[in-house]
């Protein structure tokens, strides 16, 4: 063992003489045959390790790949405002819209999903707007979720509440005094799909919405909305 450290801690000059000699010295006794020495064995087994190695990744990589693309895309998230353009003490309504494919659903949000009781661990919706200079948020209103069986998540008399379909949350936002500018609220959406059978790993999305700020009396709203977005917000809340 202490004969084939000191060899392998040659420098790469001396090992090239050393092996040199060796291997001629070799030829002359066994008839042309060499020995290969400890060090040239060590290479060539991690050679052999790393190229086992790419062959396994590159095998699975596929399966990997076509397993992870098929339990993308089930949601579509998207965000839009009431009114593209807004003056200071207005107030405007931004659609979180979470579109669910068929036998599809994500979890409810925490207030909703608290009300059922169930033994069951999982990921709550959460929609949360960053911080904008001159816009003042309310709380989000969420749409009412529906029951569904956990039996999937291993408790077969159990429910969770959750969106499915189109489900349309609503953030009220009150445009402040000093507001100008063309203001761009970050927005970001987690949420978890699950269908009858599996749920996949929670998502987060980040949207993006903006609302130009023009001065009182000059706000013509800007590109309308579509009334039917805005339908299910409550206004007296």
């Known amino acids: 063992e202490r004969h084939q450290k000191s060899v392998c801690s040659i420098s790469k000059?001396?090992?090239r003489q050393f092996r040199t000699r060796s291997s001629k010295r070799q030829?002359?006794?066994?008839?042309?045959?060499?020995?290969?020495?400890?060090?040239?064995?060590?290479?060539?087994?991690?050679?052999l390790f790393l190229g086992v190695v790419v062959f396994i990744v590159g095998f699975l990589a596929?399966?990997?790949?076509?397993?992870?693309?098929?339990?993308?895309?089930?949601?579509?998230?998207?965000?839009?405002?009431?009114?593209?353009?807004?003056?200071?003490g207005d107030q405007i309504v931004i659609a979180v819209i979470l579109d669910h494919e068929e036998h599809w659903h994500s979890q409810a949000d925490a207030a909703q999903q608290k009300l059922v009781k169930n033994n069951v661990a999982v990921k709550d919706t959460t929609i949360e707007p960053a911080a904008a200079k001159?816009?003042?948020?309310?709380?989000?209103?969420?749409?009412?979720?529906?029951?569904v069986s956990a039996a999937a998540?291993?408790?077969?008399?159990?429910?969770?509440?959750?969106f499915e379909g189109r489900a349309i949350a609503y953030i009220p936002v009150v445009i402040e005094a000093g507001a100008s500018g063309t203001v761009s609220v970050p927005i970001e959406v987690m949420?978890?799909?699950?269908?009858d059978?599996?749920?996949?790993?929670?998502?987060?999305?980040?949207?993006?919405?903006?609302?130009?700020?023009?001065?009182?009396?000059?706000?013509?709203?800007?590109?309308?909305?579509?009334a039917g977005t805005f339908a299910g917000f409550d206004n007296s809340i």
């Open 13 to 15: 000059r001396k090992t």
């Open 134 to 147: 001159g816009l003042k948020f309310g709380p989000v209103q969420w749409p009412p979720a529906v029951l």
């Open 197 to 226: 059978a599996i749920c996949e790993f929670p998502v987060t999305e980040k949207l993006t919405v903006e609302v130009a700020i023009v001065a009182p009396g000059a706000a013509g709203g800007g590109v309308p909305a579509d």
């Open 153 to 162: 998540l291993g408790d077969p008399t159990a429910q969770v509440a959750v």
């Open 27 to 47: 030829s002359e006794l066994r008839g042309g045959r060499t020995r290969t020495g400890p060090c040239v064995v060590r290479w060539a087994m991690h050679r």
């Open 191 to 195: 949420y978890q799909a699950c269908d």
């Open 62 to 88: 596929g399966p990997v790949r076509e397993a992870w693309g098929a339990m993308e895309g089930h949601v579509t998230v998207s965000a839009v405002a009431s009114k593209t353009q807004a003056a200071p």
